[in-house]
């Protein structure tokens, strides 16, 4: 597809469940970030790729957080025994290069509600 | 660090007449980009406008402008002629060209516009 394609689009998970929540970036695109935004906020960055190194995953707000992309294309994002405070749409967005330019392209974000 | 603050949780206009909505910003680096980006109820993020900050003119894209006064670090939209489908939450991003750069924003304005 052209856009930035994120599955699923709605989970909903029992506390303790594991998720992954995964991102199809645009062909080609360097940059990849993953966004947390809790309900009425902004988003908050979590983790940042370039190609299939991990720059950045100062965001990430515990180590049941943990992000990949193996091969500098799809992503995934995968939370561990998840908690109520996990519930949020997780956004993915993907730009063609690095700086400060360059346009990022957002999916239509996973809403994720943990019960 | 980077940080931008929107003051302002929602504004409300009337159909036809412009609206500005806030951003101000924070960054120690020279070189950075600013972006807009609209949210629909429908959760995606659509990409409206961006301002460098060694671009001397402020930029625009059809209805939409930046009024850009680096001096003061803001940045803000301004809406020509709103449409009851501008109805969204605006969010205000800032990304630097140092090292590698991810997108920061603000907590966003909800914009109403009524018939």
């Known amino acids: 597809g052209a856009g930035v394609s994120q599955s699923p689009r709605y989970k909903v998970a029992k506390r303790g469940q594991d998720v992954a929540l995964r991102c199809d970036p645009i062909?080609?695109?360097?940059?990849l970030f993953w966004y947390q935004q809790a309900l009425g906020q902004g988003p908050e960055f979590l983790t940042y790729?370039?190609?299939?190194?991990?720059?950045?995953k100062s965001g990430l707000p515990s180590d049941r957080f943990f992000a990949e992309r193996p091969e500098g294309s799809v992503s995934t994002l995968k939370i561990q025994r998840t908690q109520q405070e996990d519930s949020a749409v997780y956004l993915c967005?993907?730009?063609?290069?690095?700086?400060?330019?360059?346009?990022?392209?957002f999916g239509q974000g996973t809403r994720l509600t943990v019960v | 660090a980077q940080k931008i603050t929107q003051t302002q949780p929602g504004m409300f206009v009337q159909e036809k007449e412009a609206v500005t909505l806030d951003c101000t910003y924070d960054?120690?680096?020279?070189?950075?980009?600013l972006f807009w980006y609209k949210q629909p109820s429908s959760g995606e993020m659509i990409f409206l406008i961006y301002?460098?900050?060694?671009?001397?003119q402020n930029a625009t894209e059809g209805r939409y402008s930046l009024n850009f006064q680096k001096a003061r670090k803001s940045a803000n939209l301004v809406i020509s002629a709103s449409q009851l489908g501008d109805s969204a939450m605006y969010f205000c991003?800032?990304?630097?060209?140092?090292?590698?750069?991810?997108?920061?924003f603000g907590k966003g304005t909800m914009l109403l516009v009524s018939p």
């Open positions: 967005a993907s730009s063609l290069a690095r700086i400060a330019n360059t346009e990022a392209f």
């Open positions: 062909s080609g695109h360097v940059s």
């Open positions: 790729f370039q190609n299939e190194a991990q720059l950045d």
């Open positions: 960054t120690s680096d020279q070189s950075y980009g």
């Open positions: 301002q460098g900050s060694y671009d001397e």
């Open positions: 991003a800032m990304r630097v060209n140092s090292g590698y750069s991810t997108l920061t």
